[in-house]
Antibody, heavy 122, light 108 residues
Framework: EVQLVQSGAEVKKPGESLKISCKGS????????IGWVRQMPGKGLEWMGI????????RYSPSFQGQVTISADKSISTAYLQWSSLKASDTAMYYC???????????????WGQGTLVTVSS | SYELTQPPSVSVSPGQTARITCSGD??????AYWYQQKPGQAPVLVIY???ERPSGIPERFSGSSSGTTVTLTISGVQAEDEADYYC???????????FGGGTKLTVL
């Protein structure tokens, strides 16, 4: 059974750093992309970026380029999303999802994690 | 950056047909995908590659594409279909992905 299990909820202060995780199991981790999706309170889904866990090739949305870093450790089948300096506007639910590749196209997310709630408040 | 446009809301009575549109300039070049999200839950894929239905998704869900618009159709809407629906695609070069703003489907 394919599973993506995300790390628990976080409460941080503005300016602090943070790294959240997403551990994949039940499939060959290094043969797929993992993506991150933001959902701010009461708002829609936002595509942040993806990483190919086999070689760490990474793509970012222009809206998130330079704001976050996506990485992966294939030895432990885990992808990460990190911030160096959080802002209150980073308060959101963050989902990881496995992306199925589609030749010549951006792929789609077929399995999702349960979400990690990040709250940034002074 | 690239954007996909969806209507904020659609309302239908049970048993009727709901159509949710998604417009974007790159849709003739890039597939569209549709997700259903219910409150407090992670999204679920309901349509991939414009019109393909994943296993386990009811046959009443279908997708179509015409030019710069893709459409999610739910035939014979049931109360359990009330949810937010999001289209997803990519910029014309397939470099990054994008979601539409989402459509809240209300079953009257």
């Amino acid at each position: 059974e394919v599973q993506l299990v995300q790390s628990g909820a976080e409460v941080k202060k503005p300016g602090e750093s943070l790294k959240i995780s997403c551990k994949g199991s039940g499939y060959s981790f290094t043969n797929y992309w993992i993506g991150w999706v933001r959902q701010m309170p009461g708002k829609g889904l936002e595509w942040m970026g993806i990483i190919y866990t086999g070689d760490s090739d990474t793509r970012y949305s222009p809206s998130f380029q330079g704001q976050v870093t996506i990485s992966a450790d294939k030895s432990i089948s885990t992808a990460y999303l990190q911030w160096s300096s959080l802002k209150a506007s980073d308060t959101a639910m963050y989902y990881c999802a496995r992306q199925l590749a589609v030749a010549g196209n951006m792929g789609y997310f077929d399995y999702w994690g349960q979400g990690t709630l990040v709250t940034v408040s002074s | 950056s690239y954007e996909l446009t969806q209507p904020p809301s659609v309302s239908v009575s049970p048993g009727q047909t709901a159509r949710i549109t998604c417009s974007g300039d790159a849709l003739p070049k890039q597939y569209a995908y549709w997700y259903q999200q219910k409150p407090g839950q992670a999204p679920v894929l309901v349509i991939y590659k414009d019109s393909e239905r994943p296993s386990g998704i009811p046959e009443r869900f279908s997708g179509s594409s015409s030019g710069t618009t893709v459409t999610l159709t739910i035939s014979g809407v049931q109360a359990e279909d009330e949810a937010d629906y999001y289209c997803q695609s990519a910029d014309s070069s397939g470099t990054y992905g994008v979601f539409g703003g989402g459509t809240k489907l209300t079953v009257l």
